[in-house]
């Protein structure tokens, strides 16, 4: 059973920075391609990122050179390193496989972008 704890989110101001960090139970960790996650109010939850095992990366083209996906294999995390942030950015982020695996979701982090 895998078990993916979300947080780092909150409140910051346009053009602000933060850092996500999931946490990931289980084994074989590493084999998986791992994504983050966002559903603003109204929407239905999008793909930003994802990174597989050996670190390629894949960006949606609406956070394209602000934000970054990393990994640490050993510790079990995934990382969102978001910057520029603007008020579209907005939403709960998850962190899930890739595809996304229904019995995996979390609760998220609350991401709020405003002045």
């Known amino acids: 059973q895998v078990q993916l704890v979300e947080s780092g989110g909150g409140l910051v101001q346009p053009e602000g920075s933060l850092r996500l960090s999931c946490t990931a139970s289980g084994n074989y960790f590493s084999i998986y391609i791992m994504g983050w996650y966002r559903q603003a109010p109204g929407k239905q939850r999008e793909l930003v990122a994802h990174?597989?095992?050996?670190?390629?990366?894949y960006y949606a083209d609406s956070v394209k050179g602000r934000f970054t996906i990393s990994r640490d294999n050993a510790k079990n995390m995934v990382y969102l390193e978001m910057n520029r942030l603007t008020p579209e950015d907005t939403a709960i982020y998850y962190c899930n496989q890739y595809p996304p695996n229904a019995r995996y979701w979390g609760q998220g982090t609350q991401v709020t972008v405003s002045s």
């Open positions: 990174i597989s095992g050996d670190g390629t990366t």
